[in-house]
Nanobody
Framework: QVQLVESGGGLVQPGGSLRLSCAASGSISSINTMGWYRQAPGKQRELVAVITSGGSTNYADSVKGRFTISSDNAKNTVYLEMNSLKPEDTAVYYC???????????????WGQGTQVTVSS
């Protein structure tokens, strides 16, 4: 089994900052990518940022220059540093990872349970 456990969401004022963390655990052989998606009420889930095991990153245009994704491969953990937060960043943020389990031949996608981020004054 593989689990993704997120932490760090909450309520913050516009212009503020938050840091999300997501740790993957279980029978993990290799992680290809880890990333963050978000889903606002009434909207589809969208990519926020993703990082490969080699350290390459990709961001949604709406967060470029404000959010930074990073990872600690030794800890199977991904972080999302969010600065200059806006009300439109309000959403449930989901951790995502593409993982090869021990004894399995193909990579699979796993999701965390989600953490709420609310940006409001």
């Amino acid at each position: 089994q593989v689990q993704l456990v997120e932490s760090g969401g909450g309520l913050v004022q516009p212009g503020g900052s938050l840091r999300l963390s997501c740790a993957a655990s279980g029978s993990i052989s290799s992680i290809n990518t880890m990333g963050w998606y978000r889903q606002a009420p009434g909207k589809q889930r969208e990519l926020v940022a993703v990082i490969t095991s080699g350290g390459s990153t990709n961001y949604a245009d709406s967060v470029k220059g404000r959010f930074t994704i990073s990872s600690d491969n030794a800890k199977n953990t991904v972080y999302l540093e969010m600065n200059s937060l806006k009300p439109e960043d309000t959403a449930v943020y989901y951790c995502n990872a593409v993982i090869l389990r021990v004894g399995v031949r193909i990579y699979r996608t796993y999701w965390g349970q989600g953490t709420q981020v609310t940006v409001s004054s």
